[in-house]
């Protein structure tokens, strides 16, 4: 087995995506199946604290803040020490392009909720609430440019461990859903978190980087066929 190996980037979750043979119940865009080979970047909060939490393993890998059940202002402290000063998307690159990949997946926003980006929806983002203060999507999309690679977004749709108005039905009512800050799972409002924050997120992502490959929706939940039909955001 190969191993890419990015050093120097802060605490970091590479996963190389190889898509041969894929199938996929809608048509892909041409490129993205002519691409096959492509690096998926799983990078956030939850990244620095490397597995350990309160002093001892945790379970669920990233989405350690459900299986820990931790309270969304214990977990956005982790913030205060998220400073990837290694950070280099030249080389994140060159390396996928090296190897022959042809595009970059990278997590704008998992179901913690934080934002990898400088979002004007919510200050819950590398950007305005970690000492690094940088966007790193910025130099990403630079990066993919110089080194003909697509730039695609992981979203993370029907999760949002921050917001309060987002239920979740797996694999039981409430199964993924933050129950211990917001209880009352009755009264969330799906279509207020859609509209105030998904949409306008996913607005930015589609405008403020120039080209986008793909945006990788995860987990649509209760997420309607009509929501995720809708074109206009």
Known sequence: MHKLILRNAGPLLVVLLALV??????????????????????????SQTAGDWDGHPTKGGEHFMLYERIPVKTYAKIANQFNPTGFDADRW?????DAGMKYLVITAKHHDGFAMYNSAVSDYNIVKRTPW????????????KKYGLKLCFYY????????????????????RS????????????????????????????????????????DTPELIT?????????
């Not at 809608?26 to 970047?41: I, R, S």
């Not at 992502?205 to 793909?214: F, H, K, R, S």
């Open 156 to 175: 993370s749709l029907g999760r949002d461990w921050e917001n309060p108005d987002v239920p979740t039905n797996w694999p039981v009512k409430a199964g």
């Open 93 to 97: 690159a060159q390396m996928a392009h």
């Open 178 to 217: 933050n129950t211990w800050d917001y209880p009352d799972e009755d009264a969330k409002d799906l279509n207020k978190y859609v509209e105030n924050k998904v949409k306008p997120q996913l607005r930015e992502l589609l405008t403020q980087y120039g080209p986008i490959g793909i945006i990788w929706f």
């Open 21 to 46: 043979g894929l199938n996929l119940q809608a048509q892909p865009a041409p490129w993205f199946t002519d691409g096959k080979f492509g690096l998926f970047l799983h990078w956030g909060l939850y």
């Open 133 to 144: 203060a940088k966007d790193p999507m910025k130099e990403l999309a630079a990066a993919c």
């Open 225 to 233: 066929k009509k929501q995720s039909q809708e074109s206009k955001i």
